[in-house]
């Protein structure tokens, strides 16, 4: 193979379309954009605009509160525990933190800490190093 001869799987990649460029092209004239009206112009903005009535979002009360400082974890099930340890994905001799857990595909990031979650069962003892566990977590895991 040379360098000149490398080529992207076949519908790997879709040309874009070129609109308002003939009748030929499929796409012409109008350009798929129907007749007249704002939408059909360019420099359209109307998202949440209702003609100068108050919008919907805004007549809306505000309510609750999203607090900017709160971490989000990334949570984990007792069965997928029990499903990586039955798959021989997880050691569970030594201690086992999120890293190790990401490793063994039973999570995808560690993002800012690992909370454990009572659904499902575990047989075996494993050494968790986790941010938090839920009640029920903790009660199905001394059981």
């Not at 990649?13 to 129907?34: D, E, I, N, Q, W």
């Amino acid at each position: 193979m040379k360098l000149n001869e490398i080529r992207d799987n076949e519908g790997a990649h879709k040309k874009r379309m070129r609109v308002g460029r003939g009748p030929g092209s499929g796409k012409g004239k109008t350009a798929g954009r129907g007749v007249k009206g704002q939408k059909s112009r360019s420099g359209v903005a109307i998202g949440g605009f209702e003609g100068g009535q108050m919008p919907l979002y805004m007549r809306m009360p505000k309510r609750g509160f999203n607090n900017p400082n709160a971490l989000k974890l990334a949570e984990v099930n007792l069965w997928r525990l029990q499903d990586a340890v039955d798959a021989k994905k997880l050691d569970i001799k030594g201690e086992i933190k999120g890293d190790a857990l990401v490793a063994a595909g039973v999570i995808r990031r560690v993002k800012d800490g690992v909370r454990i979650l009572g659904t499902g069962e575990i047989k075996s003892k494993l050494n968790l190093v986790v941010w938090s566990a839920s009640a029920g977590a903790v009660k199905a895991y001394r059981c």
